[in-house]
């Protein structure tokens, strides 16, 4: 069974008297362990198809299968444990909580999911240090550079051991030293078996994956392997 | 578990956004400040009023009954003429109730009358309160002797010249002798001091309960009232059996007053419980009147903190999109918004307890009589309406920031 099944996905938006149909039947697998691009220009729907892939958004129709759950007809409570267990969001501009340290803000999936008090710092420790931040655990955000906040959100987003990581233009806000740092980071995770799905319109950036989804006028373009 | 995490991560939440902007949690929290203020002094005027008059009326007794002519509360002008009409209640109507009354450890005529002065050589007591009696008025009417003796039976029935005196109208006529053994003049009567009573404080500050003084019940009637009523004091002994008593009491009073069956009572039976049930009447009107005002204020301050919980709520939208992306549910959001809209009252709570304390502090130095205090009782009470006001009025917002759609969150920057 895939890790990801969405079978003619539509989803379309009221903008007033008028329809926006963002996305109109897209249809695509992803296996556990891949590492896949989707690429597309703005307005394509590939924000669209991220937001509905992490579970942050519920298709208007078709079927969304993400590791056995049937995503489309759940709640907004069933939807929120979703993305709490099986998926990890690294964002464009980090959304790490500017008032929270390091080690708190990569606590915070661990809070949602129950964790011990004891055992979740133990963990989000282990998280940080993997991602090569052992020293800066009480930092807040604005005592970072860029390149250690996307670290911190990559800490984040890995610390439930999420089925898939959801990346949106993780280099975007980033030097090209620090983002090539980020896609190292990446390839590891890559490497040890993660599920990776980064969405990007750097061409440079998609190239890391091994497989690019081209998304345009809210269908797959293309869907082809990195030659 | 689960829950208690996310109470714990809502606290620490809350009290860093209330930290973050402790000027505007403050200033935020002066209605709810000014509600509880109300709320705390309310309670506690309404707590030593009632200790005030539960104390003033102790020297009726829990557990005597008070015969009268008339009833100590009169509801209707009807009954007032009725009562107008009954006959006084005698000296031997009081002799056959103590003869036959079986449920009492005392029985005592009393018959009072207030006289202008009470001389000693050239000494003057100003007004003073007879109480014309027999012996059994020290069981009936609780007092207590601190020097001297009381009246002893035989005493009392042979109109013997002797009195008991408070210790009052002691302190103004005698200065540096003993009042035992003197002979004091009120009226045309020449009365011998045999004993003087305990000091035992007025009535609401008011009516001095020294100021007695006490004779046999044949002297008031030759020497100062022709042919009053008597009220017959009976004492019970033990409250529980009271109502028993009052029974058999009104049913010997039919029949030595000759009431035909069928026909009311011409007379009445009072008790401190009366009493107590007239001020309840009243201090409810208070209370209800003043939790009314009270309420309203508390309101005014709920609608600010709904207000700046809504602010709160905006200003922290795109946090609360993080928080849902990486798994908060709707009662994680709602709990924590919950949580600071009641911290931010609890802070309110406080420091209206710190100004309440003060101001029963100021109050308990100029009206000691009230004998108020700040009881661990109102305390609670302020804190809990301060929690429900809080909860109550953070509700909507936190509702509005647990519904958000994390994907519309998250665009707000």
């Avoid at chain 1, 995503?71 to 929120?80: F, K, S, Y």
């Avoid at chain 2, 009807?78 to 009562?83: C, E, G, R, S, V």
């Avoid at chain 2, 050589?121 to 059994?136: A, Y």
């Amino acid at each position: 069974m895939s890790l990801i099944r969405l079978d003619a996905i539509c989803r379309h938006y009221e903008m007033g008297s008028e329809t926006v149909h963002a996305l109109r039947g897209v249809s695509l697998t992803i296996e556990r362990g891949e590492y896949v691009a989707i690429m597309g220009p703005s307005g394509s729907g590939k924000s669209t198809l991220m937001n509905l892939l992490g579970c942050l958004d519920s298709p208007s129709s078709g079927i969304y299968e993400l590791n056995g759950h049937h995503v489309g007809e759940m709640d907004d409570d069933e939807l929120a444990e979703i993305r709490n267990r099986e998926i990890g969001f690294v964002f464009q501009t980090f959304n790490l909580l500017a008032r929270s340290s390091a080690l708190r803000n990569v606590e915070l999936p661990l809070i949602y999911a129950g964790v011990g008090l004891e055992e979740r710092r133990e963990i989000a420790i282990a998280a940080l240090t993997d991602v090569g931040l052992a020293d800066r655990l009480t930092h807040k955000p604005n005592e970072m550079s860029g390149g250690q906040r996307q670290r911190v959100a990559v800490a984040r987003a890995l610390v439930n051991k999420p089925s898939i990581l959801l990346a949106d233009e993780p280099t975007g806000n980033l030097d090209t030293r620090t983002g090539a740092e980020i896609l190292e980071l990446f390839q590891n995770l890559a490497d040890k078996g993660n599920t990776l799905i980064v969405v990007t319109h750097e061409e440079n950036v998609a190239r890391h994956a091994k497989r690019i989804i081209r998304v345009r006028d809210g269908l797959v373009a293309s869907d082809e392997p990195v030659t | 578990m689960k829950l208690l995490a996310e109470i714990t991560e809502g606290t620490r939440i809350s009290f860093e956004a209330i930290r973050g902007n402790l000027l505007r949690s403050v200033l935020t929290t002066i209605g709810i400040v000014i509600g509880i203020v109300t709320v705390t002094l309310m309670a506690t005027a309404m707590e030593g009023l009632n200790g005030a008059f539960r104390d003033a009326i102790s020297f009726i007794g829990t557990d005597v009954l008070y015969v009268d002519q008339r009833e100590w509360f009169i509801d209707s002008s009807t009954k007032w003429d009725a009562i107008g009409k009954r006959s006084k209640i005698t000296l031997p109507q009081v002799r056959a109730v103590e003869r036959a009354m079986s449920m009492a450890k005392g029985v005592a005529p009393s018959v009072m009358h207030q006289i202008d002065s009470v001389r000693f050589k050239n000494r003057s007591s100003g007004m003073v309160m007879l109480i014309g009696t027999n012996d059994q008025f020290l069981v009936t009417g609780g007092v207590t002797l601190s020097s001297g003796r009381f009246l002893t039976k035989s005493e009392a029935n042979a109109n013997r010249d002797l009195c008991v005196v408070g210790s009052e109208v002691a302190e103004k006529l005698f200065v540096n002798e003993s009042p035992l053994g003197q002979k004091i003049h009120a009226g045309n009567e020449s009365l011998e001091v045999i004993g003087v009573l305990e000091k035992r404080g007025s009535v609401l500050g008011q009516m001095s309960l020294d100021n007695q003084m006490i004779i046999p019940i044949g002297k008031m009637f030759r020497g100062f009232r022709w042919d009053p009523s008597c009220t017959i004091q009976v004492k019970v002994g033990d409250p529980a059996h009271i109502e028993a008593a009052r029974e058999e009491l009104r049913g010997l009073l039919r029949k030595i007053r000759k009431v035909p069956p069928g026909q009311g009572d011409d007379f009445a039976i009072n008790q401190q419980e009366q009493l107590l049930a007239q001020f309840k009447k009243v201090s409810t009107v208070i209370a209800t009147s003043g939790f009314f005002i009270t309420g309203l204020s508390l309101f005014v301050g709920g609608i600010g903190i709904m207000n700046i919980m809504f602010v709160s709520v905006a200003e922290r939208t795109h946090e609360i999109g993080i928080r849902k992306a990486i798994g908060a549910k709707r009662r994680t959001i709602l709990l924590q918004f919950l949580i600071e809209a009641a911290s931010i009252c609890l802070l309110g709570g406080t420091i209206a307890l710190g100004i309440a304390a003060g101001v029963v502090a100021v109050a308990r130095h100029f009206l000691p009589v009230m004998k108020v205090a700040l009881s661990p009782s109102v305390v609670l009470l302020a804190l809990a309406v301060a929690l429900v006001t809080g909860v109550i009025s953070g509700f909507l917002p936190a509702w509005r920031a647990a519904r958000m759609s994390p994907v519309d969150a998250l665009r707000n920057e």
